[in-house]
């Protein structure tokens, strides 16, 4: 089970009223929960109703973008430190874990990567890597952490690495890729990176045989806390969005996570 605080359960079963006609729950979602919530949402639908309009992005974009003023119900970040500002600022309840990732890397297979060669493989001069965007997009934050372990066990790994990291993606500026398409596979498919570490987690339930995803070895292990908030009332959507916060801590929304690669 995943551990909970009291606080904000007991704010979301408070703020539960009867469903009525209303405008979609606008829910605001790290990239990488596209493949697990899209499912849900629809799901969520079936069972409720309750209309649900879903903005996927990389979190640290989606966090300025609230900042900024534009209208969200519900935040799911890839990290806890976006919703916690949130509620520090007083614009979102306490924030909580709703599901877990840790990180991977995925290679083009003529890379023959282990998590046995893992580091000398990402230290070799020839070998082009992909990262997420840090700032931007925590999947950056937490490739700048690996390199950071990195460090400690090689001396210069942690600079080298950050040097030759290419930020293909979750940036505002990140090279752009054919609609339609799945970024990271896009990048490593036309070469412009031969490893990407990213999430264990996937877009698709199935996966793609085209490249190898392989598990860090414990020594460098990432992982990596998603936090979900309910931002303050300003809609009439508010109490819908209660509900559909509340969905994705049930077991069956948890079930779905895990299908897709996530952990609890």
């Known amino acids: 089970m995943l551990p909970l605080t009291l606080l904000p359960l007991t704010l979301l079963a408070m703020a539960i009223t009867p469903a009525k006609a209303q405008d979609p729950v606008k829910v605001f979602a790290a990239g990488s929960l596209t493949g697990p919530l899209t499912v849900l949402a629809k799901q969520f ?30 935040f799911a970040s890839a990290n806890m430190a976006h919703p916690q500002q949130l509620a520090r600022e007083g614009k979102a309840i306490p924030a909580l874990v709703f599901t877990r990732n840790r990180l991977c890397v995925l290679a083009r297979p003529e890379l023959q990567l282990s998590s046995e ?41 942690k600079e080298l690495l950050e040097n030759k990291a290419r930020q293909l993606v ?4 990140s090279p752009p890729v054919p609609a339609g398409q799945d970024a990271v596979k896009y990048f490593l498919e036309h070469k412009q990176a031969d490893a990407f570490i990213g999430y264990c987690s996937s877009r698709q339930t199935v996966p793609d045989a085209r490249f190898t995803k392989v598990e860090l070895p414990a020594e460098l292990a990432i992982s990596a806390d998603f936090g979900l908030t ?35």
Not at 54 to 63: A, C, D, K, Q
Not at 134 to 156: H, I, M, R
Not at 170 to 173: A, L, Q, R, T
Request: hydrophobic share 40%; net charge neutral.
């Open 117 to 157: 060669n893992m580091l000398a493989k990402l230290l070799d001069p020839s070998v082009k890597i992909g990262t997420s965007t840090p700032k931007a997009d925590p999947g950056g934050d937490y490739a700048w952490l690996l390199f950071a372990k990195a460090g400690k066990l090689q001396p210069g790994a």
């Open 230 to 264: 309910v931002l303050n009332p300003n809609t009439g959507s508010h109490d819908a969005a209660y509900r559909f916060a509340l969905f994705l801590l049930s077991p069956q929304a948890q079930q779905i996570f895990v299908n897709y690669g996530f952990s609890k």
């Open 45 to 74: 639908e079936a069972d409720t109703g309750l209309p649900v309009a879903m903005v996927f992005g990389p979190s640290g974009l989606l966090l300025e973008r609230i900042e900024q003023g534009e209208h969200a119900d519900v």
């Open 170 to 173: 979750g940036g505002k500026n």
